[in-house]
């Protein structure tokens, strides 16, 4: 489902969202050493749901941390336990990073001319017995642009990139942590919801999400909500062919004087659906700009698949052509003209009741 928001009230999202409480902390995760934020949000967010089998039943990445503790005392035995379970620790979370380096370098190649390569590493955790302190609890993104590494990526590399970066970190670990059931094991409910998290990205690296959701999340179940109409509408556009999407737009309407808001869900129908209600209820130019649309939306389709030029003429008005100045060539249908396809000609049918 493909969800677009307009004209409501405007939401900021602070430290109380509940989407941001398994940070805990959001002061301590926004400030200090990246290396240190990077790590707390890769055991309890980020990864901390991946499964690892390190003998016996798998655990999560988010299990084994939770089973690091510092011991109460200098006691052998309570020692010799926490130093156990870091252990352990450190086997599965090495264990990951390969992979997850592995699919988030998959997906990021997504992204035209990115020029980026990542690394992760990680330093074992060690107990110190004098601060009492567990120690290296650090995640080093090591990033490479054009083939040279970079110090500082967070503050060199433009919003573009970091968000192709975030995106490519946090879809590989939503991948990793849903793997494929055992044979004979019904597959589990699949749901992901990315609201408005396409805002750092310009409108020509937007499309490579859809590339993304449609090549490794087929088994999923997705919401993408916006407040771009651009975004929306474009989305609409290159997803029409594939029948699987429902588009929805929300609005607020006012109630009363002076009243409140109350939002309103708009269901976007089928082009020629609403051309046909139009036509029905005697509305005939409302019918035919719906069926137009229908028709130049097709030619739009036809033409990105088949890489056909079209002309362009800021003279030619798409609300009300001048046909002594726009000729049929200088439309989408007359750069369709030179194409041949495949069997009986191509055409349009439309049938109006």
Same mark, same amino acid.
């Given at each position: 489902?493909?969800?677009?928001?307009?004209?409501?009230?405007?939401?900021?999202?602070?430290?109380?969202?509940?989407?941001?409480?398994?940070?805990?902390?959001? /002061?301590?995760?926004?400030?200090?050493?990246?290396?240190?934020?990077?790590?707390?949000?890769?055991?309890? +967010?980020?990864?901390?749901?991946?499964? +690892?089998?390190?003998?016996?039943?798998?655990?999560?990445?988010?299990?084994?941390?939770?089973?690091?503790?510092?011991?109460?005392?200098?006691? $052998?035995?309570?020692?010799?336990?926490?130093?156990?379970?870091?252990?352990?620790?450190?086997?599965?979370?090495?264990?990951?990073?390969?992979?997850?380096?592995?699919?988030?370098?998959?997906?990021?190649?997504?992204?035209?001319?990115?020029?980026?390569? &990542?690394?992760?590493?990680?330093?074992?955790?060690?107990?110190?017995?004098?601060?009492?302190?567990?120690?290296?609890?650090?995640?080093?993104?090591?990033?490479?642009?054009?083939?040279?590494?970079?110090?500082?990526?967070?503050?060199?590399?433009?919003?573009?990139?970091?968000?192709? &970066?975030?995106?490519?970190?946090?879809?590989?670990?939503?991948?990793?942590?849903?793997?494929?059931? $055992?044979?004979?094991?019904?597959?589990?409910? $699949?749901?992901?919801?990315?609201?408005?998290?396409?805002?750092?990205?310009?409108?020509?690296?937007?499309?490579?999400?859809?590339?993304?959701?449609?090549?490794?999340?087929?088994?999923?179940?997705?919401?993408?909500?916006?407040?771009?109409?651009?975004?929306?509408?474009?989305?609409?556009?290159?997803?029409?062919?594939?029948?699987?999407?429902?588009?929805?737009?929300?609005?607020?309407?006012?109630?009363?004087?002076?009243?409140?808001?109350?939002?309103?869900?708009? /269901?976007?129908?089928?082009?020629?659906?609403?051309?046909?209600?139009?036509?029905?209820?005697?509305?005939?130019?409302?019918?035919?700009?719906?069926?137009?649309?229908?028709?130049?939306?097709?030619?739009?389709?036809?033409?990105?698949?088949?890489?056909?030029?079209?002309?362009?003429?800021?003279?030619?008005?798409?609300?009300?052509?001048?046909?002594?100045?726009?000729?049929?060539?200088?439309?989408?249908?007359?750069?369709?003209?030179?194409?041949?396809?495949?069997?009986?000609?191509?055409?349009?049918?439309?049938?109006?009741?």
């Amino acid at each position: 489902m493909f969800v677009n928001a307009e004209n409501l009230a405007n939401i900021r999202q602070t430290k109380h969202d509940p989407l941001l409480r398994p940070l805990r902390s959001w /002061t301590s995760f926004v400030e200090g050493n990246l290396d240190e934020r990077l790590f707390k949000l890769a055991v309890e +967010v980020l990864l901390a749901r991946i499964p +690892v089998s390190l003998g016996g039943t798998p655990q999560t990445v988010g299990d084994y941390w939770k089973q690091v503790r510092r011991p109460k005392s200098h006691h $052998r035995g309570r020692v010799e336990t926490a130093e156990i379970s870091i252990d352990r620790f450190n086997k599965a979370f090495k264990a990951i990073l390969t992979d997850v380096e592995k699919k988030a370098s998959e997906l990021l190649d997504h992204f035209t001319g990115h020029h980026l390569k &990542l690394r992760m590493a990680f330093d074992d955790l060690m107990y110190n017995k004098s601060s009492r302190f567990i120690d290296n609890q650090k995640l080093r993104l090591s990033i490479e642009f054009n083939g040279k590494p970079i110090t500082g990526h967070e503050s060199l590399l433009n919003e573009a990139r970091l968000s192709a &970066l975030a995106l490519a970190l946090y879809l590989a670990s939503v991948l990793l942590s849903n793997p494929a059931p $055992r044979v004979g094991v019904p597959a589990p409910l $699949r749901l992901l919801v990315l609201d408005d998290v396409l805002i750092g990205l310009d409108l020509s690296n937007r499309l490579p999400m859809l590339e993304i959701l449609a090549k490794h999340f087929a088994e999923y179940q997705l919401i993408l909500s916006t407040f771009d109409r651009v975004w929306y509408e474009m989305a609409h556009l290159h997803t029409l062919d594939t029948s699987q999407w429902v588009y929805v737009e929300l609005f607020s309407e006012r109630i009363g004087d002076p009243g409140y808001d109350v939002p309103v869900l708009k /269901t976007n129908s089928d082009l020629l659906q609403r051309a046909k209600a139009h036509y029905a209820a005697h509305d005939y130019r409302a019918a035919a700009v719906y069926a137009r649309v229908a028709f130049e939306t097709k030619l739009k389709n036809f033409c990105t698949k088949k890489h056909l030029p079209v002309t362009y003429d800021k003279d030619c008005s798409l609300s009300l052509p001048q046909p002594a100045r726009c000729k049929h060539k200088t439309l989408s249908w007359g750069a369709c003209l030179p194409v041949r396809l495949p069997g009986p000609r191509w055409s349009f049918l439309l049938r109006m009741p």
